[in-house]
């Protein structure tokens, strides 16, 4: 049985939903829960279904499976403030999309962090940029034992906290650090998962904030720019000069932390484009 590692910070009447991306876990999401909550909210820090576990545990979910615990646990939030805003690394972000497209009326806010929509960055080797055919290659039975390993520099620039993690994940501490690769079927769930938010992208109503690094190892701003101009919703967007693909726990950390504070604020009291001075904007109207 998976031992959850969830955690929960009670604060204020804006409550943030943090979600980890996959084969990750909520530690990834801690920085940023702490910070947030220091800013008064109220913090859930979810954990994905199948996830925390071994491979095996993975291999028993889908993506319907984890949206169904994003789902879970949004309500279970929503249910104790006023305010709900919810926040995804990689992933996380996909899936925090996807809530918005569904559930307009609860969403009041997004935090979208290294969102990866395609798996594109300068560390993806040119095999994995043909991840998009996995679903084709998983459903004639080819590969469901084959198991994409994770390589430097992990998504993380930070030596020190690079080393720490890594140790844990290749330790085979996959509740601290996640599992230490990526098996085809779940990467193949994943690209369904990302068509599905993708052709959706315009029902997102949502006001915006995205955090992304300019020199991110595993999704290009190519993630950025496709959510800018889909979204029917404001969009404010931080890009970080010295980070890698985890920007909760990478060296700008405190960044992403300060803007998500600044952004969801502003948007919970009705100030949503009194934005500051050089962030993005862009809007659509119906």
């Known amino acids: 049985m998976i031992k959850s590692s969830e955690f929960h910070l009670n604060g204020g009447r804006s409550g943030v939903l943090l979600i980890h991306g996959l084969t990750g876990t909520p530690t990834e999401m801690r920085f940023v829960g702490s910070g947030l909550h220091r800013a008064g909210f109220t913090v859930l820090g979810m954990q994905l279904t199948g996830h925390c576990g071994d491979k095996a545990d993975l291999l028993a979910s889908g993506w319907h499976d984890w949206y169904a615990s994003v789902v879970e646990a949004a309500d279970r939030l929503r249910g104790q403030v006023d305010r709900l805003f919810v926040a995804g690394l990689s992933m996380g972000a996909v899936l925090a999309l996807k809530l918005a497209i569904d559930r307009p009326r609860d969403v009041d806010g997004l935090g979208l962090y290294g969102t990866t929509l395609f798996h594109d960055g300068w560390s ?55 599992l230490a690769g990526f098996p085809w079927p779940s990467l193949a769930q994943f690209q369904r998962l990302s068509l599905h938010v993708r052709n ?19 999704a290009s701003l190519r993630n950025v720019r496709i959510v800018e101009r889909s979204v029917r919703a404001p969009v404010e967007t931080l890009l970080l000069d010295n980070s890698y693909h985890i920007v909760t726990v990478d060296q700008e950390r405190s960044k992403v932390i300060e803007h998500s504070a600044a952004f969801f604020h502003r948007v919970a009291e009705g100030k949503l484009l009194e934005l500051p001075h050089g962030a993005h904007l862009a809007a659509a109207i119906d």
């Open 200 to 218: 959706r992208l315009g029902r997102v109503r949502a006001p915006c904030f995205i955090a992304h690094s300019s020199n991110d190892d595993i």
């Open 124 to 178: 993806t080797p040119a095999y994995g940029r043909l991840a998009f055919l996995l679903p084709l290659v998983i459903s004639l039975g080819i590969g469901r034992d084959r198991f994409f390993a994770e390589t430097e520099p992990y998504g993380i620039k930070d030596k020190r906290i690079r080393n720490r993690i890594v140790g844990a994940m290749l330790g085979g501490d996959s509740q601290a650090a996640g």
